[in-house]
């Protein structure tokens, strides 16, 4: 039988650094890597196969950093976790053992019980080389794509297909806008007008009832009684947590159906990790049970689960979520919470906002404008998130914004915060827009104490 002192199961945005944090924690240990697919995707870069990057052999991750690493590579999935030998069996009749075993699993795409969701020409986006094929080959046949979902994949799919490949698209949403999990609505209405002015069709407050034709899909009937012609139709309607191994082998399973984990990203067995979106997550703002499922939570939640197999030593602070894409070219990006889930959480809020080139003066090549949006706890004046739009940089603005999330920074220390400037890469010190935001939530709440009554 074979053995390694660490398995880690996942071949992707968990598993990769699990293995290499394990490595560089415990470089005395042997670790494997065990994954599915011959060649892995990058999965974020799926929706620009149809565009930008071009064909699946562009968009996979490279196996050298974990040759480099010293990381043993196994191709084979894994069946079964026999707990009480700490023995694994794969399809292909090995057993191995192991002293500490880490699950990054991943997410399946939901697929609803939609009638004719099964037909030809009806994708959910699984991240699998040939899986994508099939549906480049099909796209490739295609003019009218129907995509169900507006959130962002469903948008980053949309333009790549309509400005690459020139089809006709139309996306379908329940709610009201697109991106409105994680955008507040003066930002959901730029990103719906930038796709609405590259020709896509976005129909909101509708959702799809039935996929109808023969052996193919040939056309969507919306809950409005609308009829879409379509040749393909994608559904990017989320996913789910791939937690089937671990309940088979006994694993305590969370609410929200991922595989269940402590802070230290321990199931309920101690030698054994979960990591990425197999595991249950909690919110950072409250602990409560978050759905959220994203490449970068896979990567701290795996660098935590590394670091943690022989010795606890990281412990997860909750999920923030830090959503980022481009449309346009355009950057629109959220961390944390929103104005409207700040309130609806039962948060008193104050915002601040701030708009300015990102160059200074404004003339200088590649002046281009960024908004920000600041969302605070009016009673403590601790940031609970933020939102950007606008020019590239705003991709590391918005991740700026998390980490003070983070470190539960005050719009006073925000105001404060030392940030670097340059006529060729930033706005100026004077009106740098993480700073000018968070004086403007403080210009708001001085106003407020001016007008309110001075007591007696
Ligand atoms: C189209 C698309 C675009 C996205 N864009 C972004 C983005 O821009 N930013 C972002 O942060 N997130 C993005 N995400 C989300 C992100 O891709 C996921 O959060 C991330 O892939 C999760 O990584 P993971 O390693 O947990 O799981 P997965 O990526 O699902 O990987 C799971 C791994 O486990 C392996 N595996 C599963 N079961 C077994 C088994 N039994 N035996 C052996 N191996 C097994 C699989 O083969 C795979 O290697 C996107 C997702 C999609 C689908």
Redesign the pocket.
Known sequence: MRRSDIVV???????IPAALTARQFYPEHSVLL????PQ?LV?????YIFGAIGSTEADLIPDAMLQSAGIDLLV????SIDRQREVLA?AGGEEIGYRRLVL??????VVPPIPGADKANVFA?R?DVAYIERMLAAFDRASRLVIAGCG??GV??AEENRRERGLQVTIVEMLEHCLEQNYDLEFAQAAEEVLRSEGIDILTNTTVEEIEGNERAERVILSDGQVLPADVVVLALG?TA?SD?ARRAGLAIGPLGGILVNRYQQTSDEHIFA????AEKVSFFDGRPSPQ??????TTE?RIAGANLFALQRANPGTIG????ILGGRAFASAGLTERAARLAGYQVITGQAEAINRHPGCMPGGMSLRVKLVFDAATRVLLGGQVMGAESGGEMVNAISACVQERMTADDIALFQAGSHPGLTASPITYQLVAAAEAAIATWLKERQAAPVPV
């Open positions: 199961i996942g071949g992707s945005a968990a598993g065990i994954r599915r697919e892995a999965p974020c870069g799926i929706p084979d999935e894994v069946t794969t990054g699993v991943g997410s399946q795409p986006i991240k962002f994949i980053e799919l996913a791939n191994l990591a990425g979106d197999c499922k994203l490449a970068s939570i896979a795996a830090v959503y980022s894409t």
